[in-house]
């Protein structure tokens, strides 16, 4: 090293001696114990990462960098007489030495997740925030492209996350408690059907936490859930002609699935409407089993050639309206044994059945628009029905 480098480095050596000293005379006493403070913790920092080992060691240089352009911003703010701004300098060069200490640690270890007791509301927040990344994980692994309506879902999952959070901080625990379950449950029904969909496996553990610590409503709906998953995976495996008959069901269980969410969400009640789901599901899953033999295949339509007789006709009329009676008046009963309010429902129904065997005999006849306002009347009343036991008011539907 030659003389004027060394003569250079000695007389800033001096300089920032002197700038120490004279801070120390200016400054009140705690303000020199922290910059004193800091000014050996650099020192010590220094010599730390001269014999570290740690693999990150160039985080820990960088972090004891911006330690020192934050002693240095505090000294000059001291020389100006701004004690306010040479203390946040100082408090903020110390944070830059924690984090390079943590870097400089031989073993470094993950810090690890707040432990929250289990069920409370910040647990059901934690566990909706890893659900939301497992699930996308998994979605980007499995190169699994969701649709439309998925990928809103998913979306409005992350927004329910971020208004737990919120409500949380603003002292609505319950409320926040209330969006985080929703949210898994959200998630998890998202997960069941782009696993019936796609063939991915979707596992989340939303579901286990669920079963876990999830209130009786979210219980029920979790049930209706399940129940519907089983049925769309029978409706892919069906024939054509099965599936266009149940798909009507599955897509009314899947609105009243959501709806039911929605309820729990607001605070509102929801057995009467999980009831509904699942009333739809079965009515789906019958209408599925119908259109298979004992061996599991579809069963052969019946020859409808004008060489049939007229008797044949007639008993393949009357089945037609036996069967179609019959479930009905096993809606009745499960009415009547669930709902003792239930009365106008079943009357509605009742009338279900007898526009449905017009509908027939008029087809049948070869009138086919008349049988068609028949028809049209059984579905009104059917979706009049539905309303009446989901919410307990109904209305005519125009778009059906």
Known sequence: MSPSHKSNKSNGDDLFSTMKKVVAILLPSNLTKITDAVSNQLGDARQKLLSADSSIKSVARFCIDDAEDAYQEAIYALKDGYSEEAMRCCKKAISYLKVANFHLKTNQELLPEPAFKEGSCEDAIQKLARSIGQFKSVIEYTNC????????????????????????????????????????????????????????????????????????????????????????????????????????????????????????????????????????????????????????????????????????????????????SQRIAHLQQLIKDNDPDGLRIVRRLHQVSSYYGRALRLQEEGNSSEAERYARSAHLDIDFARQLFARGDAIFSDTI
């Not at 979790?222 to 519907?228: A, G, H, Q, T």
């Not at 089983?230 to 609105?255: I, K």
């Open 145 to 324: 492209e969701l649709v439309r309506e998925e990928h809103e879902r998913y979306m409005e999952v992350v927004r329910i996350f971020y208004r737990s959070l919120d409500d949380l901080a603003g002292g609505k625990e319950e409320v926040a408690s209330n969006n985080a379950l929703a949210g898994l449950t959200w998630l998890y029904m998202l997960s069941r059907f782009v696993e019936v969909r796609s063939g991915a496996s979707m596992t989340v553990a939303a579901g286990v936490y669920l079963r876990e610590h999830g209130p009786v409503d979210i219980q029920r709906i979790l049930d209706l859930v399940d129940s519907l998953v089983e049925a769309r995976r029978l409706h892919l495996d069906a024939s054509e002609s099965t599936r266009a008959r149940t798909e009507q069901y599955l897509v009314a269980a899947t609105r009243t699935l959501n709806q039911c969410v929605s309820d729990f969400l607001e605070g509102s009640s929801i057995e009467k409407l999980v009831r509904a789901g699942k009333m739809e599901v079965r009515m789906a899953n019958r209408l599925i089993e119908s259109g298979f033999s004992a061996d599991g295949e579809p069963q052969a339509v019946a020859d409808e050639s004008e060489s049939e007789s007229d008797s044949d006709a007639e008993r393949r009329l009357s089945d037609r309206q036996y069967e179609f």
